[in-house]
């Protein structure tokens, strides 16, 4: 169960995390529209862990893996941000979030 200050924090880093990459989205994810799904903070708040949507690039994986390589100029960006609201910005932990292809996978197969 997430402590109240974990959601807080968590509910912050998607806020600003998501206008991020609506505003960067060719430089930092190719083009890709990235949308944030979850972001889950550690107890300790040093580790959050990003679940992201990508439409609109052909190589998803692509675009996940030029995310991951500027993971460290996000958190350096969230840090300018949100300085005045967190003292320590954590550790970003980027994931694909694939519950929608999961769900029409098994809407399709409920319809055959």
Do not use: W
Request: aromatic letters at 8%; proline letters at 2%; hydrophobic letters at 40%.
């Amino acid at each position: 169960m997430a402590s109240i200050r974990q959601n807080k924090v968590s509910e912050l880093l998607k806020r600003e995390l998501s206008t991020y990459f609506q505003q960067n989205a060719r430089s930092v994810c190719k083009g890709a529209m990235a949308t944030v799904t979850i972001v889950r903070v550690s107890r300790d708040l040093a580790v959050a862990k990003v679940y992201l949507s990508l439409f609109g690039v052909p190589d998803v994986k692509e675009a996940y893996e030029e995310i991951k390589s500027h993971s460290a100029s996000i958190r350096m960006e969230m840090a300018k941000i949100i300085r005045n609201q967190l003292r320590k910005v954590p550790e970003f932990q980027f994931y694909i979030d694939d519950s929608l292809d999961y769900a029409e996978t098994i809407d399709n197969l409920l319809k055959s």
